[in-house]
């Protein structure tokens, strides 16, 4: 019986061929694919993550820097995915993790919010916000006890303190014109 010529071309095709051409079908942008995380590693200043996939023989690996607030939120997202605490991120191994091929690496899906140009404007909105509030809780005592209690209040009263500084705002502003 006379060979096709697929079957001639995948006879000679080596492994290490067969997998760079399958890791290119699969690294198209905005696919998500299911990783294992094979190990982590927490340092003194970072942490560091393999993701494995099982169809290739390369692991990803991530990198965070415990000094950056954005690392560490990203790292907390990671664990809140995977149902951890921060302070547990070392028994992610073995745990799966969704990660989304960008255009030029692959990125877990929890932290998408808080790396420039990927996420939701929602997501992203909330990231930053996140953020804004954690360097403010690390300012002086009189921040921080305000930021307490607006963590405190419900939506109803946010929403109210909100309109109220608006109309302040706006009496001010039109008195320092008409003054």
Same mark, same amino acid.
């Given at each position: 019986?006379?060979?096709?010529?697929?079957?001639?071309?995948?006879?000679?095709?080596?492994?290490?061929?067969?997998?760079?051409?399958?890791?290119?079908?699969?690294?198209?942008?905005?696919?998500?694919? &299911?990783? +294992?995380?094979? !190990?982590?590693?927490?340092?003194?200043?970072?942490?560091?993550?393999?993701?494995?996939? !099982?169809?290739? %023989? /390369?692991?990803?690996?991530?990198?965070? !820097?415990? /000094?950056? /607030?954005? !690392?560490?939120?990203?790292? +907390?997202?990671?664990? +809140?995915?995977?149902?951890?605490?921060?302070?547990?991120?070392?028994?992610?191994?073995?745990?799966?993790?969704?990660?989304?091929? %960008?255009?030029?690496?692959?990125?877990?899906?929890?932290?998408?919010?808080? %790396? /420039?140009?990927?996420?939701?404007?929602?997501?992203?909105?909330?990231?930053?916000?996140?953020?804004?509030?954690?360097?403010?809780?690390?300012?002086?005592?009189?921040?921080?006890?305000?930021?307490?209690?607006?963590?405190?209040?419900?939506?109803?009263? #946010?929403?109210?303190?909100?309109?109220?500084?608006?109309?302040?705002?706006?009496?001010? #502003? #039109?008195?320092?014109? &008409?003054?």
């Amino acid at each position: 019986m006379p060979e096709t010529e697929s079957q001639v071309t995948a006879s000679t095709e080596s492994p290490a061929e067969y997998e760079h051409l399958h890791r290119k079908r699969k690294e198209t942008a905005g696919r998500v694919e &299911l990783a +294992e995380v094979v !190990d982590v590693w927490v340092g003194e200043s970072e942490l560091v993550c393999r993701f494995q996939f !099982d169809w290739a %023989t /390369d692991a990803i690996r991530r990198r965070y !820097d415990l /000094d950056s /607030d954005r !690392d560490i939120a990203r790292v +907390e997202r990671l664990c +809140e995915a995977n149902g951890l605490q921060f302070e547990q991120a070392g028994h992610l191994a073995g745990s799966l993790v969704e990660l989304e091929y %960008t255009g030029s690496e692959w990125l877990p899906r929890p932290e998408a919010a808080y %790396t /420039d140009g990927e996420g939701s404007a929602v997501e992203t909105f909330r990231a930053e916000w996140r953020l804004l509030v954690r360097e403010l809780a690390q300012s002086p005592a009189f921040l921080r006890r305000g930021i307490e209690r607006v963590r405190g209040l419900s939506t109803t009263q #946010l929403i109210i303190g909100v309109l109220l500084v608006k109309k302040v705002a706006i009496i001010v #502003l #039109l008195a320092h014109l &008409l003054l």
